[in-house]
Nanobody, 123 residues
Framework: QVHLVESGGDSVQAGGSLRLSCAAS????????MGWFRQAPGKEREGVAT???????TSYADSVKGRFTISRDNAKNTYLQMNSLKPEDTAMYYC?????????????????WGQGTQVTVSS
C-alpha cells in the first residue's frame, strides 16, 4: 500500500508560480512511477505530468509543457513546479503512484491516489 499526501496548493494571480509536493510512504518508492493529475469543476480528471521510477523519464500534457516541471528526490517526495500559471490551471491537483517503473498520463496506470490540493489562479 502507498500512502500519498499532497501539499502546496494555494490561490495565486495569473503569471504566478506554485510548487506542489507529494510525500509518499512506501519502501519501494524509488521504483514507482509517479504522476500529477488535476480535476477542474465540472470536468474529468486529466493527467498533467509523470516521472518514471528513478526520475530519468518525464511526460507532460500539452497544456502545461514549458510551464510545469515534475521532479522527485530520494526522500520519497515528488514535486510539481508550476510557472506562468493561467486561470485555466485552476483545479484540484492529485498525486498518484503506479506499481510500475514507466507510466503514461492515463489514470488506469495508477493504483494509489492522494486526497488532492487545491490550486486557484485568478486573472
Amino acid at each position: 500500500q502507498v500512502h500519498l499526501v499532497e501539499s502546496g496548493g494555494d490561490s495565486v494571480q495569473a503569471g504566478g508560480s506554485l510548487r506542489l509536493s507529494c510525500a509518499a510512504s512506501r519502501y519501494t518508492y524509488g521504483s514507482n512511477c509517479m504522476g500529477w493529475f488535476r480535476q477542474a469543476p465540472g470536468k474529468e480528471r486529466e493527467g498533467v505530468a509523470t516521472i518514471s521510477g528513478g526520475g530519468a523519464r518525464t511526460s507532460y500534457a500539452d497544456s502545461v509543457k514549458g510551464r510545469f516541471t515534475i521532479s522527485r528526490d530520494n526522500a520519497k517526495n515528488t514535486y510539481l513546479q508550476m510557472n506562468s500559471l493561467k486561470p485555466e490551471d485552476t483545479a484540484m491537483y492529485y498525486c498518484a503512484a503506479a506499481d510500475r517503473y514507466l507510466c503514461t498520463l492515463i489514470e488506469r496506470d495508477f493504483g494509489y491516489w492522494g486526497q488532492g490540493t487545491q490550486v486557484t489562479v485568478s486573472s
